[in-house]
């Protein structure tokens, strides 16, 4: 499984907060959906799509919680970098430079979300 991406090429920016209630409503255990057939990428499971909103989530309150503190940026790059973890990254195995790329850019794409709803 690749690491989840809060963007796509040429796409400049998306509402995170809308995206993670989402899916938190399709991995709620009351919900009975099993499979979901995104527009792009592989069928989803109820477990892979936790696993994206357990990722983005955790961004979502880390990164809230650095600005308030008023850290910049770059120390959020390196706060959260893949390498000093999150707890969920055990499951993805030997992530490539790609994956650590796209973690980066799921940093910088909420950080500017975040300062645009301020």
């Known amino acids: 499984m690749d690491l989840p991406s809060t963007h796509h090429k040429g796409e400049r920016e998306r509402d995170v907060a809308r995206w993670i209630s989402v899916l938190k409503m399709l991995t709620d255990e009351i919900n009975t959906i099993e499979t979901v057939i995104p527009g792009h990428g592989g069928l989803r499971d109820k477990e892979s ?4 909103y357990d990722y983005f989530s955790e961004i979502y309150e880390r990164i809230d919680d650095m600005k308030r503190k008023g850290v910049s940026m770059e120390m959020v790059k390196d706060s959260l970098s893949i390498e000093k ?3 969920h990254f055990t499951q993805f195995e030997n992530l490539s430079d790609d994956d650590k790329e796209r973690h980066l850019k ?3 794409v909420f950080w500017n979300y975040m300062e645009k709803n301020e």
């Open 85 to 87: 973890g999150f707890s």
């Open 106 to 108: 799921n940093l910088e």
């Open 49 to 52: 799509l936790k696993l994206h």
